[in-house]
């Protein structure tokens, strides 16, 4: 079984309608993150939560909120979704271990907004 | 400001010859880099990193280099296989656990 899940894996919605994405891990890991990919822009920070109390915004935090609902689940919501919000999302896990600092990304969701 | 910059969108290497991806920053306060691959319906995946306090670091066919005074470290793949052909990107963290990625390069290995 995949270590970070994302559900659902594709998800095609209207403007206006208010739509989460899910991720759940299994590594234990205390910091998670989501991130979006567009073409051309790389990944891009939304949202990041250190422990179950700790949310912060990212680079592109507007149009998005989040819920640490577990150690083990981070969800990211867009209330009104737009168009341009249309991407691929990934969420990803870290460990509290200082001498580590690699990410695990999930297997992505792609969103598309009519 | 994008603080992580991959100049070169793409590029096609043969079979068996070497592979250099660059990237270049612009905040001296990154103190760790990371490499990641990504193959098309999947997350990326940790490749190699490296510490602000070192140089190079070397992992099997992978090494990376980087130079603090020039804000530039690169990833050469010695030799690229056709597996190798994915997207990479880059990403430096200034020890706050936060990652800003490059925009990402999609290497190509010629069979």
């Not at chain 2, 990403?91 to 010629?110: D, E, H, N, P, Q």
Request: with cysteine; aromatic share 12%; hydrophobic share 30%.
């Amino acid at each position: 079984d995949a270590d970070v899940t994302q559900t659902p894996r594709n998800r095609i919605t209207k403007t206006g309608k208010r739509i989460m994405l899910e991720c759940s891990q299994t590594k234990g890991h205390d910091r998670m993150y989501w991130y979006r990919q567009d073409p051309g822009l790389g990944l891009r920070l939304i949202y990041y939560s250190f422990d179950v109390k700790d949310i912060n915004k990212g680079e592109i935090s507007d149009g998005y909120s989040v819920s640490r609902q577990a150690q083990a689940k981070f969800s990211l919501s867009l209330e009104s979704a737009i168009p341009n919000q249309t991407a691929l999302y990934f969420c990803a896990t870290s460990a509290r271990d200082k001498s580590s600092y690699e990410q695990y990304f999930g297997p992505g969701t792609r969103l598309t907004v009519t | 400001d994008q603080q992580v910059k991959q100049n070169s969108p793409s590029l096609s290497v043969q079979e068996g010859r070497i592979s250099i991806l660059n990237c270049d920053y612009t905040n001296s306060m990154f103190d760790y880099f990371l490499w990641y691959k990504k193959y098309p319906a999947e997350g990326p995946t940790f490749l190699i990193s490296i510490s602000s306090i070192k140089d190079k670091n070397e992992d099997g066919r992978f090494t990376v280099f980087l130079n603090k005074s020039a804000k530039h470290l690169s990833l050469h793949i010695v030799p690229s296989q056709p597996g190798d052909s994915a997207v990479y990107f880059c990403a430096g963290s200034s020890g706050t656990y936060k990652y800003i990625f490059g925009t990402g390069t999609r290497l190509k290995v010629l069979a």
